[in-house]
């Protein structure tokens, strides 16, 4: 079975102080994980992946994530919240299934709020 | 390159009616997923096609249907719409499947925001 779970549905910060956004997953086979964000109004927007290579991700806008395996995790952070952060963001797991093909899971997503 | 692109970008409909949504994935991706967004349900999978095969369908009734052309571009049908098919709807395309170059990475379009009254 996949599924993935995102801890927090909102998460509020001050602008400048340190970002964390919380994911942990589920998968039957090696999967592969992503962080997308979507501001208001707007289609999704990937900010990084893990495809099996390196446990620390970088992204755009100055995310990262930590790939931990023994513990089934996948956090978003970034070290300084900019106030164009606030968006919703999506933690996605995709495994692969019988037959050969991908199944995608979609966290229910976190809402980052930035405090001037 | 091209993103997905989706259209209508905005579309207003009553209740009974039915509506088709299009898709055009980016250049070279065989395969097309779609989601709906709601704030109530958050993003939900409703199916996903792949050389003009559904290959995945998530848990809608059937009112929703899906199809895909040989150009890999996809349209999506709802009949008999309803109050709570109001929604976000979101198209994302990804490279022939299961492969290691794509990994399940997705390219989402900009959707389209259906209003049903």
């Known amino acids: 079975a996949q599924s993935v779970t995102q801890l927090d549905s909102h998460v509020s910060v001050s602008e400048g102080t340190p970002v964390l956004l919380r994911c942990n997953y589920s998968?039957?086979?090696?999967?592969?994980l992503f962080w997308y964000v979507q501001h208001p109004n707007k289609g999704l927007q990937l900010l990084l992946k893990?495809?099996?290579?390196?446990?620390l991700v970088k992204g755009i806008n100055g995310f990262e994530a930590e790939f931990k395996k023994s513990e089934t995790s996948f956090h978003l952070t970034k070290p300084s919240a900019h106030m164009s952060d606030a968006a919703e963001y999506f933690c996605?797991?995709?495994?692969?299934?019988?037959?050969?093909?991908?199944?995608?899971?979609f966290g229910t997503g976190t809402k980052l709020q930035v405090i001037p | 390159k091209a993103g997905v692109t989706q259209t209508p970008r905005y579309l207003i409909k009553t209740r009974g009616q039915q509506v088709t949504l299009s898709c055009s994935p980016i250049?070279?991706?065989?395969?097309v997923s779609w989601y709906q967004q709601t704030p109530g349900q958050g993003l939900q999978f409703l199916f996903e096609?792949?050389?003009?095969?559904?290959?995945n369908k998530g848990n809608f009734p059937g009112r929703f249907s899906g199809r895909q052309f040989s150009n890999s571009r996809s349209e999506m049908n709802v009949s008999t719409l309803e109050l709570g098919d109001s929604a976000l709807y979101l198209c994302?395309?990804?490279?022939?499947?299961?492969?290691?170059?794509?990994?399940?990475?997705?390219?989402f379009g900009p959707g389209t925001r259906l209003t049903v009254l």
């Open positions: 998968s039957s086979y090696s999967p592969s």
């Open positions: 996605v797991v995709s495994g692969r299934i019988s037959g050969g093909y991908q199944k995608v899971t």
């Open positions: 250049s070279g991706h065989r395969s």
């Open positions: 893990y495809t099996s290579a390196a446990t």
């Open positions: 994302a395309s990804s490279l022939a499947r299961g492969g290691e170059a794509s990994k399940g990475e997705q390219f």
């Open positions: 096609y792949f050389s003009e095969t559904q290959r």
